[in-house]
């Protein structure tokens, strides 16, 4: 009977892999990014502790329209990789029953915890919050190591992968920036999706109501016209790239 602990779930998921997801949002992260627009996933025992068992009842409920769509699970969070226990029989359980797994982490995993996860997983969604380490540093409390550790070893061991990029302006939002990215992602021949993601102040109202400073509250989401010009770097080094 094995527990963990979870923010919510959305059982209609289009937003976390490909067709129709069961998406589950795992408590507790070890990151703080200041863009993060789930503050309230941070500690682990502030949401609801459920049963492995109990979860799968619920996502075999949704089976029939996750298969029309050729949809799946996706397990997110806060960082699900966590609660190892918890997501490597829930990936399982999943797997056994024919049902598509996807993990989105900050890939900020230690390798043997990760490669131990691996092959229970059919797609990961590795989200990079920055390449320079100190930029990194400075945008999410810690260094990118063993982030780019994990973006390796999924190429080493030929896992598919999409790479989820915020685009925050000031701070990851120069054409430089883009190029030397879309340079080190072009690289990876598992990579089979980049989604530039257009940074948004959705979840600022959580931050308010847990009591904690907005750093970023000046910021203003990146132009469309950019957002653009970015995606056709991408798209120019042959990378299949989507803005979302
Ligand atoms: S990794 Fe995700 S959940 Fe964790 S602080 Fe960053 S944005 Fe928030």
Redesign the pocket.
């Known amino acids: 009977m094995t527990k963990g602990w979870i923010h919510s779930v959305e059982s209609l998921g289009t937003q976390d892999g490909p067709g129709i997801r069961y998406v589950i949002f795992t408590q507790g992260?070890?990151?703080?990014?200041k863009?993060?627009?789930?503050?309230d996933?941070?500690c682990m025992t502030d949401g609801q502790e459920i049963e492995v068992e109990d979860l799968m009842d619920k996502i075999l409920r949704c089976k029939s329209y996750i298969d029309k769509s050729n949809g799946g699970v996706t397990i997110s969070?806060?960082?699900p990789t966590l609660q190892v226990e918890f997501l490597s029989e829930l990936l399982r359980k999943c797997q056994e029953e024919g049902i598509h797994t996807a993990v989105d982490?900050?890939g900020?995993v230690d390798q043997d915890k990760f490669l131990d996860l691996m092959p229970n997983i059919d797609l990961v969604l590795l989200?990079i919050?920055h390449i320079n380490d100190v930029e990194h540093q400075e945008l999410?409390?810690v260094s990118n190591e063993k982030i780019l550790n994990t973006l390796k070893l999924l190429e080493d061991n030929q896992k598919n992968f999409w790479v989820r990029h915020?685009v925050v302006p000031g701070i990851n939002d120069s054409i430089k920036y883009i190029e030397e990215l879309s340079d080190l992602l072009e690289e990876f021949n598992y990579l089979e999706k980049v989604e530039l993601i257009a940074y948004h102040e959705l979840g600022v109202h959580k931050w308010e109501t847990i009591g904690l400073d907005y750093e970023l509250a000046d910021v203003e989401p990146p132009k469309e016209e950019n957002m653009k010009k970015f995606r056709d770097i991408f798209l120019k080094k042959g990378i299949n790239t989507v803005i979302k």
Request: proline share 9%; charged share 15%.
């Open positions: 992260c070890p990151l703080r990014c863009y993060c627009h789930n503050p996933t941070w969070g806060g960082e982490t900050s900020y989200d919050k999410t409390g915020v």
